[in-house]
């Protein structure tokens, strides 16, 4: 949740406030939607202009970790599930917030925008099992859980959310854990726990926290309703300091003279009489959700080697008893409040939630069956099918696409998640799902299942599918995509989720790519899953192991001379971005469409696939999928007439990997010919933009020099189906 000005004025403070500790030895409760995105954000260095590079990412989330193990720091993850009834006007405000940050985020100002891929949090969920780090995933949100799992075993947590410092439990931010420590057994950080920011105020309860965090505002509270309140306390410290500083500082002071049910009447005074008791409900259910109750998910965890953290008691700190008051206020801040009033007036248009809705808390509904449950607790399945049993949703997060369009990228994905959500609901109430997407710029809420459109037949039921056959789990998943089994054998197990989702973006006819773009995603690949870890002396045993007799041969053959030298020439000058002025290297905003769209296909169909309980190995991103990659590989490719001949140019030094690629290829192009017919789309031109707008892909930095071929290959049609699949009707148009 996060209660607002409050970690600043933790920081300013920190000498006070934290305390240095060594931290060794011990087990550490890890805030897991937070450290994802911390992770991202601030280490991972990837380029989110172009989609996101879970390469780069899942090194950094295997790095932080094996840096904790090394330091005999054993983590405990826990994740958020889904959302909250009460929690949706929140929910529809920041989706606002990340449309608009993925719609301006260019190659020139990535670093500085904050915007996450679609598969951050399942790739950080899938290092984490490679690495063996125990984890569970919340019914709702996480934030109770973890402070009670933190409780009981008396051991700190490791987030970067502020609601934190209002519970009584240890508690480290991300930023107060330092992982460079040369060498040293431990890392050093700085904890804060609640009992020494309570004695720097004498007279300041713990009970009082809640109320403190809920009038200064949370997620379930909107931020200008305690502003008559506000408007007759005294603002103190600096007025160097933000006013919302000073109202924090003001509001410590007033409440330590008070206990909460005093506190109460007198700012159920400053409000309008007919609002008095919708404003009292909002402070209860707000304060509800810092009250801490017994850990219900630990039972998700092996226990048995638990190492608490005690803290040596330091000398009592000087309390800040006195601070300088200042009760004037300055034009710019009052523009500011006003500004921000009526702001969220208009934030909370997106969903509408009774009052009982705000007030109770969302439970799991009853016909969810104990296999569901329990593989959705362990993360096995995605927060958003908890959103669809509850609330009867399903959120498209947003990504990097072209907001020009009209539709979002993920509408190519919609056949798949009505499917997804027929096995999960059933026909009567799958078609009362909303399916929250985009219009333009804008969130926008629609029925899943349109006027005319019903729910797809002989969608086998939830509760059944633990009693299904393998080849029946996955003849529901290959009929979604009109894929035979038999085209799939020959791929590593650990490439066919990837590919189905490939074969259906070449094949469906509403969202047509080019052939260039099927040979980009396939060399990309190959440069990102075979290339980079054989030139870094990784064994492929495992890819080998599971691949046909050809692709073994292929695979078993690949020699790291090979790999190195074309890791030289290729996968190193098309892994970066670099801004470039020159027109022809413009940002190609069609292709980052085209990219999202098959993004989105993957997810829907690993969300799919965990439904059906895992028929195909999940698609490991981190090994498969480098945004930048992708995109500077799909640039050079753009303007070939034979993209095969180029490629065969590119790879003249890697004949093994060539051959490799030609396979994959043909077998996506042979299914789906008609992406040869198809001419790239022209580049949209926008008189109104910028050189900053523009991108990066400098000559130097393309596979290779041009080599033009105009042969024509012919491809046939080849309709895949199979008469045994009892489930092939469900195929997805």
């Given at each position: 949740?996060g209660v607002?000005?409050l970690?600043?004025?933790?920081?300013?403070?920190a000498?006070d406030?934290?305390q240095?500790?060594?931290?060794?030895?011990?087990?550490?409760v890890?805030?897991g939607?937070?450290?994802?995105?911390?992770?991202?954000?601030?280490?991972?260095?990837?380029?989110?202009?172009?989609g996101?590079?879970?390469?780069r990412?899942?090194c950094?989330?295997?790095?932080?970790?094996?840096?904790l193990?090394?330091?005999?720091?054993?983590?405990?993850v826990?994740f958020?599930?889904?959302?909250?009834?009460?929690?949706l006007p929140t929910?529809?405000?920041?989706?606002?917030?990340?449309?608009?940050?993925?719609?301006?985020?260019?190659?020139?100002?990535?670093?500085?925008?904050?915007?996450?891929?679609?598969?951050?949090r399942?790739?950080?969920?899938?290092?984490?099992?490679?690495?063996?780090?125990?984890?569970a995933?919340?019914?709702?949100?996480?934030?109770?859980?973890?402070?009670?799992?933190?409780?009981?075993?008396q051991?700190?947590v490791?987030?970067?959310?502020?609601?934190?410092?209002?519970l009584?439990?240890?508690y480290?931010?991300?930023d107060?854990?330092?992982?460079?420590?040369?060498?040293?057994?431990?890392?050093s950080?700085?904890?804060?726990?609640?009992?020494?920011?309570?004695?720097?105020?004498?007279?300041?309860?713990?009970?009082?926290m809640?109320?403190?965090?809920?009038l200064?505002?949370?997620d379930?509270?909107?931020?200008?309703?305690?502003?008559?309140?506000?408007?007759?306390?005294?603002?103190l410290?600096?007025?160097?300091?933000?006013?919302?500083?000073r109202?924090?500082?003001g509001?410590?002071q007033?409440?330590?003279r008070?206990?909460?049910?005093?506190?109460?009447?007198k700012?159920?005074h400053?409000?309008?009489?007919?609002e008095?008791?919708r404003?009292?409900?909002?402070i209860?259910?707000?304060?509800?959700?810092?009250?801490?109750?017994?850990c219900?998910?630990?039972?998700?965890f092996?226990?048995?080697?638990?190492?608490?953290t005690?803290?040596?008691?330091?000398?009592?700190p000087p309390?800040?008893?006195d601070?300088e008051?200042?009760?004037t206020?300055?034009?710019?801040?009052?523009?500011?409040?006003?500004?921000?009033?009526?702001?969220?007036?208009?934030?909370?248009?997106?969903?509408?939630?009774?009052?009982?809705?705000?007030?109770?808390?969302?439970?799991?509904?009853?016909?969810?069956?104990?296999?569901?449950?329990?593989?959705?607790?362990?993360?096995?399945?995605?927060p958003?099918?908890?959103?669809?049993?509850?609330?009867?949703?399903?959120?498209m997060?947003?990504?990097?696409?072209?907001?020009?369009?009209?539709?979002?990228?993920?509408?190519?994905?919609?056949?798949?998640?009505r499917?997804?959500?027929t096995?999960l609901?059933?026909?009567?109430?799958a078609?009362?799902?909303?399916?929250v997407?985009?219009?333009?710029?804008?969130?926008?809420?629609?029925?899943?299942?349109?006027?005319?459109?019903?729910?797809?037949?002989?969608?086998?039921?939830l509760?059944?599918?633990?009693?299904?056959?393998?080849?029946?789990?996955?003849?529901?998943?290959?009929?979604a995509?009109?894929?035979?089994?038999?085209?799939?054998l020959?791929?590593?197990?650990?490439?066919?989720?990837?590919f189905?989702?490939?074969?259906y973006?070449a094949?469906?006819?509403?969202?047509?790519i080019?052939d260039r773009l099927?040979?980009?995603?396939?060399?990309?690949?190959?440069?990102?899953?075979?290339?980079?870890?054989?030139?870094?002396?990784?064994?492929?045993?495992?890819?080998?192991?599971?691949s046909?007799?050809?692709?073994?041969?292929?695979?078993?053959?690949?020699?790291?001379?090979?790999?190195?030298?074309?890791?030289?020439?290729i996968?190193?000058?098309?892994?970066?971005?670099?801004?470039?002025?020159?027109?022809?290297?413009?940002?190609d905003?069609?292709?980052?469409?085209?990219?999202?769209?098959?993004?989105s296909?993957?997810?829907?169909?690993?969300?799919?696939?965990?439904?059906?309980?895992?028929p195909?190995?999940?698609?490991p991103?981190?090994?498969?999928?480098?945004?930048?990659?992708?995109?500077?590989v799909?640039?050079?490719?753009?303007?070939r007439?034979?993209?095969?001949?180029y490629?065969?140019t590119?790879?003249?030094?890697?004949p093994?990997?060539?051959?490799?690629?030609?396979?994959?290829?043909?077998?996506?192009?042979?299914?789906?010919?008609?992406?040869?017919?198809?001419?790239g789309?022209?580049k949209?031109?926008?008189?109104?933009?910028?050189?900053?707008?523009?991108?990066a892909?400098?000559?130097?930095?393309?596979?290779?020099?041009?080599?033009?071929?105009?042969?024509?290959e012919?491809?046939?049609?080849?309709?895949?189906?199979?008469?045994?699949?009892?489930?092939?009707?469900?195929?997805?148009?």
């Amino acid at each position: 949740m996060g209660v607002r000005g409050l970690a600043t004025f933790i920081s300013n403070n920190a000498s006070d406030y934290l305390q240095t500790h060594r931290l060794q030895d011990c087990t550490l409760v890890v805030d897991g939607n937070n450290l994802a995105s911390q992770l991202y954000v601030y280490f991972s260095k990837s380029n989110p202009a172009y989609g996101g590079d879970y390469d780069r990412f899942g090194c950094c989330i295997r790095d932080y970790f094996e840096r904790l193990k090394a330091c005999g720091i054993e983590s405990l993850v826990l994740f958020d599930g889904g959302y909250e009834a009460r929690k949706l006007p929140t929910v529809w405000h920041r989706l606002k917030g990340k449309i608009q940050a993925c719609s301006k985020v260019n190659p020139a100002n990535q670093t500085r925008k904050n915007v996450f891929p679609l598969f951050h949090r399942e790739t950080f969920k899938l290092v984490l099992s490679e690495l063996g780090v125990q984890m569970a995933q919340c019914d709702f949100e996480a934030d109770e859980e973890i402070a009670a799992l933190a409780q009981t075993l008396q051991c700190p947590v490791l987030s970067l959310d502020s609601d934190f410092f209002m519970l009584d439990v240890l508690y480290i931010p991300f930023d107060q854990l330092l992982l460079s420590n040369d060498g040293a057994r431990f890392l050093s950080c700085r904890i804060y726990q609640l009992k020494r920011f309570l004695n720097m105020f004498g007279g300041l309860q713990p009970e009082m926290m809640p109320l403190m965090a809920t009038l200064l505002g949370n997620d379930y509270v909107k931020r200008n309703l305690f502003d008559p309140f506000f408007a007759q306390i005294k603002k103190l410290g600096s007025k160097r300091l933000s006013l919302q500083q000073r109202k924090i500082a003001g509001l410590i002071q007033w409440l330590r003279r008070e206990n909460p049910d005093s506190a109460l009447q007198k700012i159920l005074h400053f409000i309008k009489l007919n609002e008095r008791e919708r404003v009292k409900v909002a402070i209860e259910r707000a304060s509800s959700a810092y009250s801490l109750r017994n850990c219900a998910i630990d039972k998700y965890f092996d226990l048995s080697l638990i190492r608490s953290t005690t803290l040596q008691d330091p000398e009592t700190p000087p309390q800040l008893c006195d601070m300088e008051e200042d009760e004037t206020e300055s034009a710019e801040e009052a523009e500011g409040k006003t500004k921000e009033y009526y702001d969220d007036e208009n934030e909370e248009e997106g969903f509408e939630v009774t009052d009982e809705e705000m007030v109770s808390k969302t439970r799991i509904p009853e016909f969810l069956p104990e296999f569901f449950i329990d593989a959705y607790r362990r993360c096995q399945m995605p927060p958003v099918f908890m959103d669809l049993c509850t609330l009867h949703i399903y959120i498209m997060q947003p990504q990097k696409e072209d907001f020009s369009e009209r539709e979002s990228a993920s509408a190519v994905s919609l056949p798949i998640v009505r499917l997804m959500t027929t096995i999960l609901l059933g026909p009567n109430l799958a078609s009362r799902v909303l399916l929250v997407t985009r219009r333009f710029k804008s969130p926008f809420k629609e029925p899943l299942f349109k006027e005319g459109q019903s729910p797809p037949e002989n969608a086998p039921l939830l509760h059944s599918i633990p009693d299904m056959s393998l080849e029946d789990r996955r003849g529901v998943l290959l009929a979604a995509v009109g894929v035979n089994l038999d085209l799939l054998l020959p791929i590593p197990s650990e490439w066919r989720l990837f590919f189905l989702a490939v074969l259906y973006w070449a094949k469906q006819p509403e969202f047509p790519i080019t052939d260039r773009l099927v040979h980009a995603v396939v060399l990309s690949m190959l440069l990102q899953t075979v290339v980079a870890p054989v030139k870094k002396g990784t064994s492929l045993s495992n890819l080998v192991s599971t691949s046909s007799r050809n692709l073994k041969h292929l695979l078993a053959n690949l020699s790291t001379p090979e790999c190195k030298l074309l890791f030289g020439e290729i996968y190193s000058n098309n892994s970066f971005s670099k801004p470039s002025g020159k027109s022809k290297n413009a940002y190609d905003i069609s292709l980052v469409h085209s990219l999202a769209q098959l993004q989105s296909l993957i997810l829907t169909l690993h969300q799919l696939n965990q439904l059906l309980l895992q028929p195909f190995q999940s698609a490991p991103m981190h090994r498969l999928y480098s945004g930048t990659m992708m995109y500077n590989v799909a640039n050079s490719l753009q303007s070939r007439h034979d993209p095969m001949a180029y490629v065969k140019t590119c790879l003249s030094k890697g004949p093994t990997l060539f051959a490799l690629h030609a396979f994959l290829a043909d077998l996506v192009l042979t299914f789906a010919p008609d992406t040869k017919k198809i001419i790239g789309k022209k580049k949209k031109s926008h008189p109104n933009k910028t050189k900053k707008d523009r991108v990066a892909v400098p000559e130097n930095e393309c596979l290779k020099n041009s080599f033009e071929d105009d042969s024509e290959e012919s491809g046939c049609e080849n309709e895949y189906w199979d008469p045994n699949n009892k489930f092939a009707l469900l195929r997805a148009t």
